[in-house]
Nanobody
Framework: QVQLVESGGGLVQAGDSLRLSCAASGRTFSRYAMGWFRQAPGKEREAVLCISRLGESTNYADSVKGRFTISRDNAQSTVYLQMNSLGPEDTAVYYC?????????????????WGQGTQVTVSS
């Protein structure tokens, strides 16, 4: 069992940066691929970025290319989402998720564990 707790969300202005953190419980964090998803009001949850157990990142959202990066610190059992040049279109609840069996994927059902989400609101 893995528990995930996101933090770092908030209200920012367009052009600002935020770094989200996702802290995981348990001693097997390094064995999980970790993904970030987001869900805007009235929209489906979408995959943003994922980082494999080996630290390789995959971008699933064209809209964040060049602005968002994902990283992990296995010693701290934490995955990060660095978000730069934020715009109102990035407003959403951001979730981290952990997958043990399949590795990185844009398909939410493949992830085994989810955090509760953290709200990011970007004003124009």
């Amino acid at each position: 069992q893995v528990q995930l707790v996101e933090s770092g969300g908030g209200l920012v202005q367009a052009g600002d940066s935020l770094r989200l953190s996702c802290a995981a419980s348990g001693r097997t964090f390094s064995r999980y691929a970790m993904g970030w998803f987001r869900q805007a009001p009235g929209k489906e949850r979408e995959a943003v970025l994922c980082i494999s157990r080996l630290g390789e990142s995959t971008n699933y959202a064209d809209s964040v290319k060049g602005r968002f990066t994902i990283s992990r610190d296995n010693a701290q059992s934490t995955v990060y989402l660095q978000m730069n040049s934020l715009g109102p279109e990035d407003t959403a609840v951001y979730y981290c998720a952990a997958d043990y069996n399949f590795g990185c994927s844009p398909y939410a059902p493949r992830y085994d564990f989810w955090g509760q989400g953290t709200q990011v609101t970007v004003s124009s």
